[in-house]
């Protein structure tokens, strides 16, 4: 049961990545700054490679896998670069909810793709649950001006689509492959379509100019994502992905109590009760696996 444990230390560091990542991008350009930290985590990946010594089996890799470990790695890309993006324009604790909708799709996808259709009624009680608890803290502000920019909504609700699509590809392609080798191959396209986006908007150029500070943010935050991976692709290798993808999303209590420390971002009532939604969803899924 190692994969649950697994699962959790996953949440804790993909918490840590959302305000690190967040430190990261007041001045930086969130495309170039997804791109940055993506180099961090395919050394930090390749580094476990070498460590576990599954960089000997990469020859043993099936052609099927490998086709859904990259189309994985795309789906990662479009993700993060989505979610960079509406965390450089709205607030952490509105866009981490929406993100963590990719849930609720995973788990019908997961139902139906892998027939994981144990206790299927609480898991789509869970899954009612997750939703009502996602609809709660995606809250207006009070007072909003007309002119707000609103497109991080939009971007936050691809990610999520994205990261559903991650989840499910990854497992299909990391079956009979060792979860740190599929991690780092998966990285890599990842950090080809970061750095491919970077160009295309010309915004290689302001690699010269990103303030030292941020710059030390977005690469702890990519160490962050690199431990977050190891884990939550060991847990989906080894369990089972609508159990895994909920307890991993729990890493919005690490984001939300993070968030009001460093940001001052505070949640209100309706806003915390639906959190509490979000941890009892979570919960049903996990107990009745």
Do not use: H
């Not at 930086?28 to 580094?47: G, K, M, N, P, Y």
């Not at 302001?206 to 692709?233: C, H, M, P, Q, R």
Request: charged fraction near 15%; hydrophobic fraction near 55%.
């Amino acid at each position: 049961m190692f994969w649950i444990t697994s699962a959790i230390l996953s949440a804790v560091f993909a918490g840590l990545t959302s305000i690190l990542a967040k430190c990261g991008i007041k001045k930086t350009d969130s495309d170039l700054a997804t791109a940055l930290r993506t180099i961090v985590v395919l050394i930090f990946a390749w580094i476990m490679v070498f460590v576990v010594g599954s960089q000997t089996t990469i020859t043993q890799i099936e052609f099927n896998s490998l086709i859904f470990l990259v189309l994985s790695g795309v789906a990662t890309g479009a993700s993060w670069i989505c979610y960079f993006k509406a965390l450089s324009q709205g607030d952490i604790n509105k866009v981490v909810p929406i993100d963590k909708s990719s849930t609720i799709l995973t788990v019908l996808l997961a139902i139906i793709c892998f027939g994981e259709t144990s206790n299927l009624i609480f898991k789509l009680i869970a899954t009612v649950v997750l939703g009502v608890g996602i609809f709660l803290m995606v809250e207006k502000k009070k007072n909003t001006n007309a002119s707000e920019n609103k497109t991080w909504i939009i971007y936050a609700v691809l990610s999520a689509v994205f990261a559903a699509l991650t989840s499910i590809l990854a497992k299909v392609g990391i079956k009979n492959v060792e979860s740190n080798l599929g991690t780092a191959i998966r990285t890599g396209v990842v950090l080809i379509l970061a750095w491919i986006i970077v160009f295309a908007k010309g915004k290689a150029k302001g690699l010269k100019n990103i303030d030292k500070k941020e710059l030390l943010f977005i690469a702890l935050s990519g160490v962050a994502t690199g431990a977050s991976w190891l884990f939550y692709y060991y847990a989906i290798a080894n369990g089972d992905v609508s159990v895994v993808v909920p307890i991993d999303k729990l890493s919005i209590l690490v984001t939300v109590a993070f968030s009001y420390i460093v940001f001052k971002e505070k949640l209100s009532k309706k806003a915390l009760l639906g959190l509490l939604f979000m941890v009892i969803a979570t919960l049903l899924m996990v107990f009745f696996k």
